[in-house]
C-alpha cells in the first residue's frame, strides 16, 4: 500500500506519453542521438583500440628497431634533417649483433613495393620484404603451410620465398595454400619458389596486411641491391632488459657514427611499436573529445525539448491537476508525477539510444572487420545520463504544476 501513490504515478505518466505518441517521439530524438553517439563511439573505438594493440604489439614489449629516421616523421624540416643522416648498413647490424650483451636476437627488415605474378595472374603493390632468419621470431611470423627458409638457403642467397594468404587468392586463384608448396612466383624480375604460407593477419583500418612475399636478406640484395638503409631489429629475453639493451645500441652506433656526449642527435632513430601506439591514442582521444561534445550538445538540447514538453503538458493539464488536488493530491504527489513522467520520457530516450549505439557500433565493426567489444558501463552511463537531464529539465514544470491553486485550476478551460 505505501507504494501505490507512486506505482499510480508511473501509470499516469505512462498514459500521458502513449497519448501523445507523436510529441513523444519527437521529443526523444535529441536524446537518442546524444546517447547513441557516446555509445557507438565508445563502443567502436575499444575494439579499434584492441585491434591496434595487438597489431602493434604483435612483437610485445621486448623489440625495438633501429633506422635512419623515425617511423613517423611530423614536419617536412624533420624529414629533410633525418634524410641527412647516416645510412644505417650491414656493418651498422654485424657490429650490433657481435657488440650488445643485453641483446639476445638481433635481425635485418628490407622493404619494397612491386609486382608478382605467377602464369598469367599478377598482382601489384605487393609488399616484398627481405628478412634475416631471426625476423621470423623476432617478428613472430608463423609460417601455417610448408616451411621457412633455411639456414643454407640463405647462405646461398637462394631464390625461395614465404607468402602471404592474399597472395594465394589473388595469383593462385584461391588454390588450397598446401597445394602451392614448391609453385613458381615471379617477384619483380625474378623467379623464386614458394616453400611457406604464413598464418592470416587480417585487415587493420580496411587494409589487408596478407600481402607480402617474404624472401632471404641475402637474396634480397643480389636482386634489389643495397642502396637503401636498412632497419636493424632487436629483441630482449625480458622486458626488464630493454633499457639496457637500448643503451648498449645507441653507444655502439653513436660511437661507429662518432658522435660525443655534445651531440644532441643520435645519427640514428631507436623506437618500439609504441610510437604507433602513442600516436593513434593521441588521435583517438580528440574524437573522445568531439563525441563527448556532440552527445553533450545534443543531450542539453534534448533536455531542453524535454523541459518545453513538460511545461506544455503542465498548461494543457491543468484542470486535471486541479481535481486531483481537489480531491486530496497533495503538492509531491503532484511533484512527483511530473518528474516521473520527465524521467520516463528520458530513460525511454536513453534505453532506445544504448540499443541504436551498439546497433551502429555493430554494423561498422562488420565493415571494418574489427571486434565488437560491449562496454556495459557505457550503457549504464548512457540511460543514467539521459535520466538525469530528466530530472533536471523536469524540476521546473513539475514544480509549477504543484504550485497550481487547485481553484484557479479547476476554472481553467
Known sequence: MHFSPFIESFRIAASSLRANKLRTALTLVGVVVGVAAVISVVTIIKGLDYTVASTFSSQGSTVFSVTKRPQIVLSREDAIRFNKRKDVTDADYEAVARRCAACWRTGVAVNNFGTIKAGERLSEGVAIRGLTDSMFEIDDITVEFGRAWTEGETVGASNVCVVGADVVENVFSGAPPDAIIGRRLRVADRLYTIVG?????????????????????????????????????????????????????????????????????????????????????????????????????????????????????????TREIGIRKALGARRVDVLQQFLIESVMLTAIGGLIGVIAGFALAFALSLALKFPLLISLWSAVLGVGVSSLVGIISGISPAWKAARLNPIDALRSE
Open 197 to 317: 604460407v604464413a598464418e592470416r593477419l587480417g585487415n587493420i583500418f580496411g587494409f589487408s596486411r596478407d600481402s607480402f612475399v617474404l624472401i632471404p636478406y641475402p637474396a634480397y640484395k643480389l636482386q634489389f641491391g643495397t642502396k637503401e638503409s636498412i632497419a636493424i631489429q632487436v629483441q630482449v629475453s625480458e622486458t626488464s632488459q630493454l633499457a639496457d639493451a637500448q643503451d648498449q645500441v645507441q653507444t655502439i652506433l653513436r660511437t661507429r657514427r662518432g658522435r660525443d656526449f655534445h651531440d644532441e642527435d643520435d645519427g640514428f632513430s631507436l623506437e618500439t611499436q609504441d610510437v604507433f601506439l602513442d600516436l593513434y591514442r593521441k588521435a583517438t582521444a580528440n574524437i573522445y573529445l568531439v563525441t563527448i561534445g556532440v552527445a553533450a550538445i545534443s543531450l542539453v538540447v534534448g533536455g531542453i525539448v524535454v523541459m518545453n514538453i513538460m511545461l506544455v503538458s503542465v498548461t494543457e493539464r
